[in-house]
């Protein structure tokens, strides 16, 4: 942080701003309830836990009541302060950005020093301090009757294979839904309260929503996403669309989840992403007063634990299944989805045929890796796209499992809603679907791992050698997959609203 200047005003009137702030503070901490409203917000015993957590860090260092213990205005931001008469001990962002440790402090004008004075002692303290936070107050709101998830009204070619293929073209056999957890309306309900919640990160200000964005194809535009404290993730976030259907069942790009509901519980974990422990998410969960409602509808008891959070937020992010594109309007009308689609563009059409035809004849084989109506992964496990001729910084799932076969694959995502989701690839290495294409077409590195599918006959990278017009329409095929319908659903969208 920038060292401030010293303040020349007066101590009477710092001591009036200082009060003025704690004042606001204080009224945001005590918001009545209003119109049965359920709001969310900080109380002082967290405030008060911190200064205890420091006591038992720091033996014999004792912090009194305000003025010691001081709320303050820095950068058009709320902090909580330990002061102990000239230098600050630690400071709380209670706006929701982290602690922070100073020294020397301009007390008139309420701002924080860069001189580390505190520094060594008070590391221990930054690895155990749980943020104070001053939440944002609002209300959840929810339908009467709950949206109905459980139903998937999918189309016939869904669930019908398509004679000649020689690949899959239905859904069947792919559903990764375990037999304990089928969705349920109220389950799905609690799911979406869940995943939307910023109260379960450390600091109340990121939720799974966050890095999966339902405008964003329930992926994030930024290549990396920031974590609770601004930390980014080690990859770009995957789109959780037809996650539901994947037969291998397991998740992550390198699939180190075995099972969704294993997978949802591990952001609230990560130290970048949310900072919590279970045992902090479930004591965040059952401290608001809305969810032990909502447990009960959904399980039949109000308990709270984190099998049933898993579960719950599973079957929430399984509910989200896409098909309702201009792809689906014209398959719907077409007996093979390989043949033109009448409500195709000339462009649309020759890039699904280059998509679906093999190599030989001319196409580029996209659908031997991205197979089904669901446009999902037909082959049991990750693959090696080719992006790097060797894998140095990620060796994707060969650092889970210890065979080399799987340094440098990575697990295949569904290409629904595929324009929506830029960046592309496990990294975000590419801007646009063009990108994607070219890198297809003329970019196919030959790695050690790289899939059969990419390599000739020779067991050299495939090059297809299309045109700009082919290339065009491929790009133009792949914006046929964009389903308006799920970033716009209400079912899966935030249910909370702010004051």
């Known amino acids: 942080m920038p060292t401030p200047q010293p303040s020349t005003t007066g101590a009477k009137s710092a001591d009036w701003v200082l009060l003025k702030q704690l004042i606001r503070v204080l009224a945001l901490l005590f918001l009545p309830f209003s119109g049965g409203a359920l709001a969310q917000t900080a109380t002082l015993a967290e405030?008060?836990?911190?200064?205890?957590?420091?006591?038992?860090?720091?033996p014999g260092l004792f912090f009194p009541p305000s003025?010691?213990?001081?709320?303050?205005?820095?950068?058009?931001?709320?902090?909580?302060?330990?002061?102990?008469?000239?230098?600050?001990?630690?400071?709380?962002?209670i706006n929701g950005t982290g602690p922070y440790f100073a020294g020397d402090v301009y007390v008139l004008g309420s701002?924080?020093?860069?001189?580390?004075?505190?520094?060594?002692?008070?590391?221990?303290?930054?690895?155990e301090l749980e943020s104070v936070r001053v939440s944002v107050s609002k209300t959840l709101e929810l339908p009467d009757t709950p949206f109905d998830y459980a139903n998937l009204s999918l189309p016939s070619y869904f669930v019908t294979n398509t004679r000649g293929q020689n690949l899959p073209t239905s859904i069947n056999g792919t559903?990764?839904?375990?037999?304990?957890?089928?969705?349920?309306?109220?389950?799905?309900?609690?799911?979406?309260?869940?995943?939307?919640?910023?109260?379960?990160?450390?600091?109340?200000?990121?939720?799974?929503?966050?890095?999966?964005?339902?405008?964003k194809g329930f992926s994030d535009d930024a290549v990396l996403s920031a974590g609770f404290l601004g930390g980014k993730t080690a990859r770009h976030s995957m789109t959780l669309i037809n996650a539901r259907f994947y037969q291998r069942g397991r998740f992550f790009w390198d699939e180190?989840?075995?099972?969704?509901?294993?997978q949802v519980l591990m952001p609230f974990q990560d130290p970048v992403e949310m900072g919590?422990?279970?045992?902090?998410?479930?004591?965040?969960?059952?401290a608001q007063p809305f969810y032990a409602a909502l447990f009960e509808k959904a399980f039949g008891s109000p308990d709270i634990n984190a099998d049933r959070i898993a579960k719950a937020l599973a079957q929430f992010v399984r509910s989200i299944v896409s098909y309702a594109s201009k792809y689906d309007a014209g398959r719907a009308l077409s007996p093979t989805p390989g043949a033109n689609f009448s409500n195709f563009t000339a462009q649309e059409n020759l890039g699904k045929n280059l998509f679906f035809q093999t190599i030989p004849n001319g196409g580029g084989a996209c659908f031997g890796c991205h197979t089904t109506e669901a446009f999902i992964s037909a082959n049991p496990g990750t693959q090696n796209n080719g992006l790097d001729a060797v894998s140095i910084t990620d060796l994707g799932a060969g650092a889970i499992f210890s065979n080399s076969i799987f340094v440098g694959r990575f697990k295949t995502s569904s290409l629904r809603n595929v324009e929506l989701t830029a960046p592309y690839m496990h990294d975000g290495r590419f801007a646009t679907l063009e990108e994607v294409v070219e890198h297809y077409n003329s970019g196919i590195?030959?790695?050690?791992?790289?899939?059969?599918?990419?390599?000739?006959?020779?067991?050299?990278?495939v090059r297809l050698n299309l045109t700009e017009t082919e290339k065009a329409a491929l790009v133009a095929f792949l914006k046929t997959l964009t389903d308006p319908s799920v970033a716009t659903e209400e079912k899966w969208s935030n249910p909370f609203r702010a004051l």
């Open 47 to 58: 405030a008060n836990r911190m200064f205890d957590m420091a006591e038992r860090l720091e």
């Open 67 to 93: 003025p010691t213990q001081q709320i303050i205005e820095f950068d058009n931001e709320w902090y909580l302060r330990v002061y102990d008469g000239s230098h600050t001990m630690a400071a709380v962002n």
């Open 111 to 127: 701002a924080f020093g860069d001189s580390p004075v505190y520094i060594n002692k008070l590391v221990p303290l930054l690895s």
């Open 175 to 215: 559903d990764n839904t375990p037999a304990d957890n089928p969705i349920t309306n109220d389950g799905a309900t609690l799911g979406r309260v869940l995943f939307y919640d910023t109260e379960l990160s450390a600091n109340g200000t990121i939720s799974c929503a966050s890095c999966h964005q339902q405008d």
């Open 256 to 262: 180190r989840a075995a099972t969704l509901e294993e």
């Open 276 to 286: 919590m422990t279970l045992e902090h998410v479930i004591s965040r969960v059952s």
């Open 445 to 461: 590195q030959n790695h050690p791992t790289l899939s059969p599918a990419l390599q000739d006959n020779n067991g050299n990278p």
